[in-house]
């Protein structure tokens, strides 16, 4: 008895699979090192031409355990490398002038993209926008904002917002401050060093 169409197509996709090996990462498919079953023309004609898989023979298996290894490694590094940069932009501020009504809403809003250049601007650290886990913030005061960098260390910028014509003055405030911290640490250095000396 001869098969129907659909059968037919059944017996064709069922025996016509191949296992490969992933070279690189596949939409919908996997990562580098997985061993997967495709269609047969589909790693024929589209993954092992274009060097994103190879055929799942004894010799690309031990080169799939390298790639596994390897791939670890980087993910190791990156890892380590996210965190170094979370330690670097936890506690950072920054601040913003902008224009706001007698109820401190601002008439716009700071947005992500606003904070990621000023962040780049006051640190050197490139982060992007959608890694700032914060809407637009539309209020005078201070904001805490967490950036996800997906790592141990969860980093939390700290955002300053005052009404535009304020900002020079609420700068100088800030720079005093930090000046005459400055000098009492140098006093009490100073005092600290001609203590034992004086006993």
Same mark, same amino acid.
């Given at each position: ?6 059968? %037919? ?42 060097? &994103? ?40 501020? &920054? ?41 637009? &913030? ?56 001609? %203590?034992?000396?004086?006993?």
């Amino acid at each position: 008895m001869r098969p129907s169409t659909a059968e %037919a197509l059944l017996l064709i996709q069922g025996t016509s699979t191949m296992k490969v090996i992933l070279l690189d990462y596949v939409y919908k498919h996997g990562v580098a090192g997985e061993v997967i079953d495709v269609a047969d023309g589909y790693a024929r004609n589209f993954l092992i031409p274009r060097g &994103l898989a190879a055929k799942a023979t004894e010799t690309e298996l031990k080169r799939a355990g390298r790639l596994r290894e390897q791939a670890a490694a980087k993910r190791a590094q990156l890892e380590e490398k996210l965190n170094e940069l979370g330690r670097q932009i936890d506690g950072v501020e &920054l601040i913003f002038g902008r224009r706001a009504a007698a109820t401190g809403k601002l008439f716009g809003s700071v947005t992500t993209q606003e904070i990621a250049d000023e962040l780049m601007r006051v640190t050197g650290i490139d982060i992007n926008r959608r890694r700032i886990s914060q809407q637009g &913030l539309r209020e005078v005061g201070t904001h805490s904002i967490p950036v996800r960098l997906g790592t141990e260390v969860s980093p939390e910028l700290k955002i300053t917002i005052v009404r535009e014509e304020e900002l020079n003055e609420f700068l100088a405030k800030r720079k005093a401050a930090a000046e005459a911290a400055t000098a009492a640490e140098a006093v009490t250095e100073e005092a600290a060093a001609e %203590a034992p000396a004086n006993e």
